[in-house]
């Protein structure tokens, strides 16, 4: 079994930014309610003319440049995205022509908010049985599109961006991936659903749209809070289990950033400081499967990370999907 590292990473968020003050003047709601009840004070927006595959072809070139690397080198394209440029060809092919990654094998993962977390597990999989020497995994989101600017309870949640990651095989001094974990549970897949453009709903029609069959639907049932709170946890005891750690010896969670009460409530039942928990809700939103991909970058370029940290990714979202990745840096 081959062994990869870590040899780059990257991420991109859009120039516009959409503050809660803004939303102010259209919606029924304030800043102070937004805040309080998500953490959430602004969230970036793409440009009319981008779509998930420019987002990514952003991050995916810092990610390239970190790792000193071609497009041209690329022997494996991930694309996470629950928003594709088009349902086909796949955000991925988009991604490799628009990069120039003409001798990559590109496809989606399609995960909902654990999507980053999927597209690395395929990753790892591909590495290590030989079948590709690297991979890049691109999570790339625009979640602006898919919401209806009239639901103050849903609109407010959602914003744009991407991050990437390359794993190589051949890198010696990269961070290490010791484990990823992943689950579903399709039985629950209606709570967070967007069937508009699925088989089900297609072709659009009049009646579809006038329906709103194609925004996103958030259900929040009375025991959402406490099943995330419950899955976030999970997800980390699971993946200190399965290595031997503690809680403690976790020197930065990267949780996908679904809401900032969630995060205070999952480091409580972990017993760990807020402090070890990256938090980038406030300035982005929820950018659903690009949010794990986008903190990582940033903790790594802000300095939360040194040399030797442990790293725990996790997640929980649609599907509903749940898992982790633990990384040493």
């Known amino acids: 079994m081959n062994g990869f590292r870590i040899a780059g990473t990257g991420s991109y968020l859009p120039e516009r930014v959409l503050s809660n003050f803004d939303l102010e003047e259209v919606l029924d709601t304030s800043d102070e309610w937004i805040r309080k009840r998500t953490g959430i004070s602004e ?35 991930i694309m996470a995205t629950i928003t594709p440029d088009t349902c086909c060809p796949s955000g991925a092919n988009w991604l490799e022509k628009k990069i120039g990654a ?12 654990c999507g980053f977390l999927f597209g690395l597990s395929v990753a790892e999989h591909y590495l290590k049985v030989g079948t590709f020497a690297n991979a890049m995994v691109v999570a790339a989101e625009v979640m602006s599109r898919t919401v209806n600017w009239q639901d103050r ?27 990823t974990i992943v689950h579903t549970d399709g039985s629950r897949g ?52 399965v290595n031997g750690l503690t809680a403690d010896q976790i020197a930065l969670y990267i949780p996908h950033q679904a809401n900032i009460r969630i995060m205070q409530a999952m480091a409580k039942k972990l017993k760990v400081s807020m402090d070890r928990i990256f938090v980038n809700i ?5 950018i659903s499967s690009a949010s794990m991909a986008i903190g990582l970058d940033e903790a790594s370029q802000q300095g939360r990370i040194n040399k030797g940290d442990l790293v725990l990714l996790c997640g929980f979202g649609g599907g509903l999907t749940w898992g982790s990745s633990l990384i040493r840096w």
């Open 190 to 241: 209606e709570n967070l659903l967007m069937p508009g453009g699925g088989s089900s709903t297609t072709p659009i029609s009049y009646e579809s749209v006038d329906q709103g069959i194609h925004y996103l639907k958030l259900i929040e049932a009375p025991t959402t809070f406490r099943v995330a709170v419950e899955h976030f946890t999970m997800a980390c005891e699971e993946a200190l289990e």
């Open 282 to 286: 406030d300035h982005y939103g929820n």
């Open 153 to 179: 309870s849903s609109c407010i949640l959602w914003g744009d961006g991407a991050g990437a990651v390359i794993l190589d095989t051949r890198s010696k001094n990269g961070a290490e991936i010791l484990s």
């Open 43 to 77: 969230r970036r927006l793409a440009r009319p003319e981008q779509a998930a595959s420019d987002l990514g072809s952003e991050a995916a070139i810092r990610a390239l440049t970190q790792a000193e690397m071609e497009p041209a080198d690329l022997d494996l394209l």
């Open 102 to 113: 003409h001798g990559a094998v590109s496809f989606d993962v399609t995960a909902a908010c």
